[in-house]
C-alpha cells in the first residue's frame, strides 16, 4: 500500500518541465471525493465496459486492493456501497459477484406494486401477454427522455402483466433502437424470465437505477378493455425511466396499474 493510499490511476505525474510551478499549472484538478468513492468510480468503469459481466465473480478485496493500490479496507467500503445499491452481491465463504436481474431478490427492485394480501413471492410470477413488438421512429417526447434525436428508431413494446389470472398491469416501454435490435414479439414470449434479465443476457444492457412518477388516472375504454375494469375506474400512472451504467438512459415504461388488489409499496430511508 502506498503511505497516502493513493491509486496510481487518479496520482497526478509532475512535470519534467518546469518544476513545481510548472507541475501545479499542468496537474488536472484534485478529486476531493472520499477515496473509497473513486474506487468505487474505477470498479464502475469496469462493470460498464463489460469487463465483469452479470452472474460473474469478481476479483476479491485482496486482488482490487493491488490493482487499485490501495488499502483492503478502502476497497472494502467501495464494494459496500456497491452491494446497498444492489449492483454486486455478496455471497458468503463464495466472494463477490455482479448483480444480476435473474437473482430473486433482484428480479422485482423496480417493482414497487404489491398484494394487499401476502407477498410478490407468496402470489407467483405474473403471467405475461405481449400485444406487440415493432421498431418505430421515436416522437420528440421519447427521444427526449431516452437522449436521442427526435425520429431515430426505438423498439416500443406493449404487455399485459396478470399476477393470479387478473389482469393488473398495462405497460408500454421503449427501448433505443441500436442496442436492442433484433429484440421480436417471439423473444419476449419465450424468455421465462424477467424482461430486464433478458435484456442483460442477450442485449448486453444491465438496468441499474430508475427513476418513476405517479398519478392517478381514469381508466380510458382500451385500457379498461386490456385491464377488464369498467371504463373511468381510478388506475395508478407509473412512468419509470430506468438506466444503465455512467446514467445513461435505456428504457422508458409507462404503465397503468389496478389497485383494487394491490398497493404502491416504497421504502424510505
Known sequence: MKPDDTPATVRAAP???????????????????????????????????????????IPSEVELAARYRVSQGTVRKAIDELAADNLLVRRQGKGTFVATHAEQHIQYRFL????????????????????????VRASAEVAAALRLR??????QVSRVLAFQGV??????????????????PETLSAH???????????????????EERLKAVAASALAAERLQVP????????????????????????GLYRTDRHHYRNELS
Open 15 to 57: 512535470s519534467a518541465a518546469g518544476g513545481e510551478g510548472a507541475a501545479a499549472a499542468s496537474a488536472p484538478t484534485p478529486a476531493f471525493s472520499p477515496l473509497y468513492q473513486q474506487i468505487k468510480a474505477l470498479i464502475l468503469q469496469s462493470l460498464q465496459a463489460g469487463e465483469w459481466k452479470p452472474g460473474d465473480l
Open 112 to 135: 414497487r406494486l404489491h398484494p394487499d394480501v401476502g407477498t410478490l413471492d407468496s402470489e407467483g410470477p405474473a403471467q405475461r401477454t405481449i400485444l406487440g413488438c415493432r421498431r
Open 150 to 155: 427526435a425520429g431515430e428508431p426505438v423498439v
Open 167 to 184: 389482469p393488473t398491469i398495462l405497460e408500454d416501454l421503449w427501448l433505443p433502437g441500436q442496442a436492442f435490435r433484433g429484440l421480436t
Open 192 to 210: 421465462p424470465g424477467p424482461m430486464y434479465a433478458l435484456f442483460e443476457t442477450q442485449f448486453g444492457v444491465r438496468m441499474v437505477r430508475a
Open 231 to 254: 371504463p373511468g375506474t381510478p388506475l395508478l400512472s407509473v412512468e419509470r425511466l430506468a438506466y444503465t451504467y455512467n446514467g445513461v438512459p435505456m428504457e422508458l415504461r409507462r
